[in-house]
């Protein structure tokens, strides 16, 4: 999950030879035909959403792809506390009431995102403020956002990112050093519950496929969390994909992440062509990429498929079309080539599209 602005380097991932995915059978699927494909919210009995922006707002051709192709949105940033927190504990809902207003407004589902993130708010929430004083601004703050929009909201992701990097363990931060490593988590779930009661309340975190170390961490945070009293109603996969993982890792992760029996909600997929930094170099091709691309898509649509109905919450990616991902922007990765998404910048199906798609109808 990304903020925006700032961006995070923070991709923890695993390196795969390329002939991992020579036998994949997702990488021989065919791109669905023009900007004619059915709407992605078509393909499925569950709903689709995507990311979007109060500076997409009035882009007509940004509307009309979000109204053809999803029936859920996420706020990419004007949920989150650096855009809603101000000095002195103060609070602007301008951006959020403008966002949430408009998803009502066009009858799409609104998700949540995000509630307690341990990268933001630092400025007020530090740990030279007063025990006392940190635990009830936190309090307020969880329930004054998550009251404000009571019974407009299908979901929240209450914590984000608790796991450390590497999936050793839980990540230090404020909220942990002043009200406990699981206690912020387990309080800022009850504050939300309590403020916003039918919401289905989310713990959501990243590379959970990608680092399988992290993944078994964070399933058993929630198992902890939940013999807690914590009330999760569902566990969020970012599924920021890292597209040269071993195939099988996907679905080994949602094998076990089912098993917990609560609705599961990919929540920001992308699957980025290029490397992060500070890898070996990049001598894959065009083709090579596209190829990887569709087969850990694919694996990802299908290991979704294969959880029961019920915890089928929604499958959202992190933008809608190449242009509106996070990569691309200049206080993001920075990356103009990028395509990472399942529609390119015309709406029209990128490779992965189809993977989907066939995953979709099994």
Request: proline share 7%; glycine share 8%.
């Amino acid at each position: 999950m990304r903020g925006d602005p700032p961006a995070l380097n923070r991709r923890a991932v695993l390196a795969a030879p390329l002939g991992l995915v020579a036998c994949d059978r997702f990488a021989s699927a065919r791109v669905a035909a023009g900007p004619d494909a059915p709407p992605l919210k078509s393909l499925a009995d569950f709903p689709i959403g995507a990311t979007g922006m109060t500076g997409q707002l009035a882009d007509p051709v940004w509307v009309a792809a979000m109204l053809r192709h999803v029936d859920q949105i996420t706020p990419e940033w004007e949920l989150k506390p650096e855009r809603i927190l101000r000095p002195g504990f103060d609070y602007d809902f301008s951006a959020s009431d403008r966002m949430v207003d408009w998803g009502h407004e066009q009858g799409l589902r609104v998700f949540g995102h995000t509630l307690v993130w341990y990268s933001q708010g630092l400025d007020l929430f530090t740990d030279a403020l007063p025990t006392a004083r940190f635990a009830a601004e936190f309090d307020r703050y969880v329930a004054t956002v998550a009251g404000r929009y009571r019974g407009r909201m299908v979901g929240w992701d209450v914590v984000n990112e608790a796991v450390a990097e590497d999936g050793d363990g839980l990540r230090d931060c404020v909220y942990a050093r002043k009200l406990g490593p699981e206690a912020y988590i387990v309080r800022a779930f009850e504050q939300a519950r309590a403020a916003d009661p039918d919401a289905v309340l989310f713990l959501n975190d990243y590379n959970l496929e990608n680092n399988p170390r992290k993944g078994a961490t964070f399933l058993k945070l929630v198992e902890r969390l939940l013999a807690q009293g914590a009330p999760i109603g569902g566990v969020g996969t970012q599924s920021h994909l890292d597209i040269e993982i071993p195939a099988g890792q996907i679905r080994d992760f949602f094998r076990d992440a089912g098993s917990l029996g609560l609705p599961i909600h990919v929540s920001e997929l992308d699957f980025p062509m290029e490397r992060d930094g500070g890898r070996r170099p990049d001598l894959r091709s065009t083709a090579a990429k596209r190829a990887q691309q569709v087969a850990r898509v694919g694996e990802l649509a299908e290991a979704f498929m294969t959880l029961p109905e019920h915890q089928r919450y929604a499958f959202t990616t992190w933008g809608l079309r190449d242009p509106d991902s996070w990569l691309v922007r200049a206080e993001g990765k920075n990356r103009p080539d990028e395509s990472a998404l399942l529609l390119d910048a015309e709406g029209r199906p990128n490779p992965a599209y189809q993977a989907v798609a066939d995953a979709f109808a099994r």
